[in-house]
């Protein structure tokens, strides 16, 4: 009997322990301090299986299995975007109807059996992550590899002009522009996606790049300022928050900077006018591949700040090659490289802050401890840059409650839905630092008790799509 007491005391007791501390935090008129701003993200290949998947063929579940944990581990590396390859050569990566499913997944035209575009989505999001889907506009066909029933240099040899082992669509064809439009389109509109990617690939790089196509270079950069105008024209009007990214070889022209020289002319040779693309405001960012070491004939450093000073408005940042440290292209160089280039482009970013590392494989492996160097610069979570010019309308604040428990504190809030994101930030004592970004449609969290019970406060914040940050929900003990 006494026993019994005991225990119903015992319980009494806790139950009014937890009510005093479930009373202890309270929303407040206070406000915090804006999380970290820094686009970090890494590129993941699909052509030839570069960094995913591993090879073709795979079931459905390894391949998952393997796409999960390079998400899991870039987001352990306080990265906050996945630039994935959706559409190597004229194929899909995802569902289409107007595509063939991706040799590179089980073979030419084979479903894998899931969606994988979809699931990258879901995994990202569920982290915070952003899913940028990255799409070679005008490649068809690769090193003479198969492709899938229904491929379009089948469906439309017309369009197809070749070069070397590889082929292309006509970017001068009407409508072939017109078909690598609406397959970029169908996935902004049918799939939750955070950005658009493009890399270089509009005309062939030398030695191939004089396709029998009967045009001058000139001709052909206006066939791909029209493309990337109107994509960038029609992409704000489905989904203003997607953002619109397209990476460039690295060097505009030789010359530019004076004391830079290359054989590839991406002018020229590429018909890629990156310059006029940025001063036109028709592109979200770019990310020029400067994949060189910070000095020598090609130096980064001069690049860098070449790219930065002709950029206006709209930020400029680097694809930083880490698949060069220790490599066959470059060999003995540091992993050290990586850390410099990361804090030059910090010092030169006149909008934003930003990185994207080339490619996921070198990150995965750690080659030559690139890792360290990462780790020892994004020490804290962050959230990507806004673009007010695509939307500055700022979210709602939320009204936010807490309670501790055993397991930790459960915070919860309410919302209007118009925030695409939410930073958890924690504080004490004056000082703040982000602990979560969770999915917009996320509305509790769980904060560890060993750091509930050092803290004093706690913010949820609301991000816009557009990245526009919003009064927080401020909780006090």
């Not at 990361?342 to 492996?365: F, N």
Request: with cysteine; net charge positive; glycine share 8%.
């Amino acid at each position: 009997m006494l026993t019994g007491v005991r225990r119903f005391l015992t319980l009494i007791i806790l139950t009014l322990a937890l009510s005093t501390v479930a009373q202890a935090w309270q929303q407040v008129n206070e406000n915090a301090p804006e999380p970290p701003r820094e686009f970090r993200a890494a590129w993941v290949a699909t052509v030839f299986n570069l960094d995913w998947p591993s090879r073709a063929g795979l079931s459905a579940g390894q391949q998952k299995q393997e796409l999960l944990n390079i998400i899991t581990r870039a987001h352990k590396l306080r990265l906050n975007a996945i630039i994935l390859q959706v559409r190597p050569n004229g194929d899909a990566l995802y569902k289409s109807s107007l595509e063939p499913w991706s040799a590179w997944l089980s073979g030419p035209g084979v479903n894998p059996g899931y969606d994988p575009l979809a699931f990258a989505i879901t995994e990202c999001h569920k982290r915070g992550m952003e899913l940028h889907a990255w799409f070679n506009p005008f490649r068809a066909t690769i090193s003479n590899r198969p492709v899938g029933k229904g491929h379009i240099s089948r469906r439309s040899p017309g369009w197809i002009l070749r070069a070397g082992g590889t082929t292309m669509l006509n970017p001068a064809s009407p409508s072939a522009r017109s078909h690598v439009m609406q397959v970029i389109l169908d996935v902004v509109r049918r799939y939750n996606i955070d950005g658009v990617h493009l890399d270089d690939y509009f005309y062939p790089y030398p030695p191939h790049h004089k396709v029998a196509d009967g045009k001058t270079p000139a001709q052909r950069r206006a066939y791909i300022d029209d493309f990337v105008q109107t994509l960038y024209t029609r992409v704000k009007g489905i989904k203003p928050y997607v953002r619109v990214g397209i990476s460039p070889f690295g060097i505009w022209q030789p010359g530019y900077p004076g004391s830079v020289e290359a054989g590839v002319n991406a002018y020229e040779h590429l018909a890629c006018d990156a310059r006029k693309w940025i001063r036109k405001g028709w592109v979200d960012y770019l990310s020029p591949q400067l994949y060189w070491r910070c000095e020598g004939p090609q130096s980064f450093n001069a690049l860098m700040s070449w790219w930065s000073s002709i950029n206006p408005s709209r930020p400029i940042w680097p694809g930083i090659a880490s698949v060069r440290v220790n490599s066959s292209e470059d060999p003995g160089r540091p992993a050290s490289e990586i850390g410099r280039q990361i804090d030059y482009s910090r010092k030169l970013a006149r909008q934003s802050c930003g990185q994207l590392y080339w490619s996921w494989k070198s990150l995965g492996t750690n080659r030559g401890g690139v890792c360290e160097e990462l780790e020892e610069r994004y020490t804290t979570l962050a959230v990507p840059p806004p673009m007010p010019w695509s939307g500055s309308a700022r979210p709602t604040r939320p009204t936010v409650q807490a309670q501790d428990t055993r397991s930790g504190c459960q915070v919860i809030w309410q919302s209007d839905g118009s925030a695409r994101k939410w930073v958890v930030q924690v504080g004490r004592g004056g000082k703040w630092w982000p602990m979560y970004v969770l999915s917009g449609a996320a509305r509790q969290v769980i904060i560890p008790a060993r750091v509930a019970a050092n803290i004093d406060r706690i913010a949820i914040r609301p991000i816009s799509g557009t990245g526009v940050s919003g009064t927080p929900g401020v909780l006090a003990r």
